[in-house]
């Protein structure tokens, strides 16, 4: 069966400091990945999108950005974090029309 | 373009109640329409789908039934539980990719 993790699960990051994202699925090859963002009092907006290897799709222009080294991983990454990039990061493996969520990363900038 | 407007919350039910979350969509073409859930602290969860005109998707006593005519797919349940209380999401997928839309979710409080 298809598993997706994301990690760290939780995080307090300093204005200005990097982020690094991770996230893995397991039980599948080729995956369309995605990283949403859930901001507080707010739905899920889309970030990026990726179909292959070094292949993404940026949803909305931000100070965020997004690798997929290999085919099962997805990274999401910042040089210098803002305080509007808090919020609840998730990750995302899609097959056959339907989309699979990990078990999502808090994100606090103070 | 696509989009997925579901009711405001929160919905506020005692246990046994029915419930009904709204929601209805703009799309062209056939998207797939499907519904997840949130419970606090978590990650979303599929709860369940439906890919064409008049299908009927069900779990865990959820069902919704894609309604073509009324651009619809209202989430029923016959008698909430206090383990229900969540948010729930409507979403569509676009039929060329399976990039999910969404509403912007209800929550959803079932008291004892």
């Known amino acids: 069966s298809q598993t997706i993790h994301q990690w760290p699960a939780t995080l307090v990051q300093p204005v200005g400091s990097p982020l690094s994202l991770e996230c893995t699925v397991e039980?599948?090859?080729?995956?369309?990945l995605y990283w949403y963002r859930q901001a507080a009092g707010r739905g899920l907006q889309l970030l990026f999108y990726?179909?292959?290897?070094?292949?993404i799709s940026s949803e909305v222009p931000q100070n965020l950005s997004a690798s997929r080294p290999q085919d099962r991983q997805f990274i999401l990454s910042s040089k210098k974090l803002l305080l509007s990039d808090s919020g609840f990061y998730l990750c995302?493996?899609?097959?056959?029309?339907?989309?699979?969520f990990g078990e999502g990363s808090w994100l606090t900038v103070v | 373009g696509n989009s997925v407007t579901q009711m405001e919350g929160p919905v506020t039910l005692s246990e046994e109640a029915f419930l009904t979350i709204n929601c209805t969509y703009t799309?062209?073409?056939?998207?797939?329409l499907f519904w997840y859930v949130q419970y606090p602290g978590e990650g979303l969860q599929l709860l369940l789908k439906?890919?064409?005109?008049?299908d009927k998707g069900s779990n865990k006593g959820f069902e919704a039934t894609y309604r073509k005519e009324t651009t619809s797919f209202h989430l029923e349940k016959g008698s909430v539980q206090v383990s229900d209380s969540a948010v729930y999401f409507c979403?569509?997928?676009?039929?060329?990719?399976?990039?999910?839309?969404f509403g912007t979710g209800t929550r959803l409080q079932v008291f004892p």
């Open positions: 995302a493996w899609g097959f056959r029309n339907t989309i699979y």
């Open positions: 039980g599948t090859s080729n995956p369309n």
């Open positions: 990726s179909v292959g290897i070094g292949q």
């Open positions: 799309a062209t073409g056939y998207p797939s």
């Open positions: 439906a890919t064409k005109a008049d």
């Open positions: 979403a569509l997928s676009d039929q060329n990719t399976d990039k999910l839309i």
